[in-house]
C-alpha cells in the first residue's frame, strides 16, 4: 500500500528518473505534486506496472495533479557529467518546470544534489512507496518510451521500440556490429552479448 505524502507540514512532490541504465538516448525525471486526496489503485512503481496500464496512469496523474513536470538530459550531456549528475540535472530541471513551487521533495533513491531553497529526502524504493514518486516514475518511463519508440524509427536495427536502450543482447550486438549511433552514451561500456553480466 503506497502512502500519499513523507509529511504533511509542507507542499511536497516526489521525482524519479528513467533511462539511467539505458545505452541510448536521454535520461528522463519528472516531478509530481499531487492533491491531498489522491489515489489510484494501479499506482505503484512504473517497473510493476503493465506498459497500457502506464499510458493510462500518464493521463490520470496529469489530471489530477496540482502540478507536474518532465526534465531532459540528453546523452551528449550524459556523456560530459556522467549519468548520475545527469540524473538529478534532469530532476532539478523538472523540479524549476512546476507551476506550483514545492516546499519538500521525496527523491527516489539514497543521493540527490540538494535543489536550491527547498528540503529534501532521499528514499530507497520510493516508487514502491509514495504515491507523488510512483507518480513521477510513471510520467519519466512514458515520456521517455515515448522518445525512444520515436527516434526507433530513425535506427530501426537496434531495435529500440523493444528495449527502449537498455543493454539487450540485441542492442549489445547492434551496436558490436555497426557501431554508436547519433543517440548513443559514447561514455557507456559495451560488453559482448555472450556475457551473461552487463
Known amino acids: 500500500m503506497l502512502l500519499p505524502f513523507y ?9 524519479d528518473e528513467a533511462g539511467r ?10 516531478a509530481v505534486i499531487l492533491p491531498v486526496d489522491f489515489y489510484h489503485p494501479l ?7 503493465k506498459e497500457k496500464d502506464r499510458f493510462v496512469l500518464r493521463t490520470e496523474i496529469e489530471t489530477a495533479a496540482i502540478a507536474f ?3 531532459i538530459v540528453d546523452h551528449q550531456e550524459i556523456d560530459k557529467i556522467n549519468i548520475l549528475n545527469a540524473s538529478f540535472l534532469a530532476m532539478h530541471r523538472a523540479i524549476q518546470s ?26 530507497v524504493k520510493g516508487d514502491s512507496k509514495y504515491f507523488s514518486i510512483a507518480a513521477a516514475s510513471i510520467l519519466a518511463k512514458t515520456y521517455r518510451d515515448d522518445f525512444m519508440d520515436m527516434i526507433d524509427k530513425e535506427f530501426p536495427a537496434y531495435q529500440w521500440k523493444k528495449n527502449k536502450g537498455y543493454p539487450t543482447s540485441v542492442h549489445r550486438q547492434a551496436v558490436l556490429d555497426l557501431g554508436f549511433s547519433p543517440y548513443h552514451r559514447k561514455t557507456f561500456k559495451i560488453s559482448n552479448p555472450q556475457l551473461s553480466i552487463f
Open 7 to 15: 509529511q504533511n507540514e509542507f507542499l511536497e512532490a516526489g521525482c
Open 69 to 71: 513536470a518532465v526534465g
Open 98 to 123: 512546476l507551476k506550483s513551487v514545492p516546499e519538500f521533495l521525496i527523491i527516489d533513491g539514497n543521493r540527490f544534489n540538494p535543489y536550491p531553497n527547498i528540503k529534501h529526502q532521499c528514499v
Open 43 to 49: 499506482l505503484n512503481d512504473s517497473k510493476q506496472v
Open 21 to 30: 541504465g539505458c545505452l541510448a538516448g536521454p535520461v528522463f525525471a519528472a
